[in-house]
């Protein structure tokens, strides 16, 4: 069955560091998400992108956030300079059409601890 | 806000027996979906209902919603060791899930 997956599972930086997570959705989806997951509370909306265009972003998704599809099957996300309250699980998910109308697949989750 | 809130937020139970949990969000939604996640792990797609369903099953799962109450409902039927995860309900608009804070779901053998 496909999957979305992500890498790396576990990436530990330091503040004010640039890092990029990767996920490659499932081949056949054309809309692309990032949540979050600080540990302990709620999973919470970064973004969406579909057409190569940022749909809709949340609070949390500011300027040290960017998104990206380099390729046709990669997508991205960047945090510029990294803060300590970064830190947490970052899941990647892919639906074949809207959140509103269909079920959106997540990955395993890349753990992002900032030092 | 959207969100989803579950209720309750813990559960125990014992193997063989049903498990019930709720979730209540405040504005209207094009569909509902149930997600479960393993300690530290991804989330785990189980069920989605969209806004004019009222009952969906899949295994031993049931899945209720209400659009009057703005509630929805996840019945978990012979309950087994391995059900023991944290369970989401999570309200979707064009864009975006918005997620509830869940309910954790112990199984004792």
């Known amino acids: 069955e496909p999957e979305v997956t992500q890498t790396p599972s576990h990436q530990v930086t330091q503040m004010g560091q640039e890092v990029i997570l990767r996920c490659v959705p499932i081949?056949?989806?054309?809309?692309f998400y990032w949540y979050r997951q600080i540990l302990g509370q709620k999973v919470e909306f970064l973004v969406s992108?579909?057409?190569?265009?940022?749909?809709?972003k949340s609070e949390i998704f500011d300027d040290q956030f960017s998104v990206e599809r380099p390729d046709g099957s990669n997508f991205t996300l960047k945090i510029r300079s990294t803060k300590l309250e970064d830190s947490a699980m970052y899941f990647c998910?892919?639906?074949?059409?809207?959140?509103?109308?269909?079920?959106?697949?997540f990955g395993p989750g890349t753990r992002l601890t900032v030092l | 806000s959207q969100q989803g809130e579950e209720d309750p937020q813990a559960l125990s139970i014992q193997e063989g027996e049903n498990a019930t949990m709720n979730c209540s969000y405040k504005?209207?939604?094009?569909?509902l979906q149930w997600y479960r996640q393993n300690s530290g792990r991804g989330l785990v797609h189980l069920i989605l209902?969209?806004?004019?369903?009222r009952e969906k099953h899949s295994g031993r799962l049931r899945v209720t919603l209400d659009t009057s109450k703005k509630s929805s409902s996840l019945l978990i039927t012979a309950s087994r060791a391995a059900d023991t995860a944290s369970y989401f309900c999570?309200?979707?608009?064009?864009?975006?899930?918005?997620f509830g804070a869940g309910t954790t779901v112990t199984v004792r053998a």
């Open positions: 992108f579909y057409n190569n265009e940022i749909s809709e």
């Open positions: 081949s056949n989806h054309l809309y």
């Open positions: 209902i969209r806004s004019n369903e």
């Open positions: 504005t209207s939604i094009n569909n």
């Open positions: 998910a892919s639906s074949e059409q809207g959140a509103s109308t269909d079920t959106q697949y």
């Open positions: 999570a309200t979707a608009n064009d864009y975006k899930l918005s």
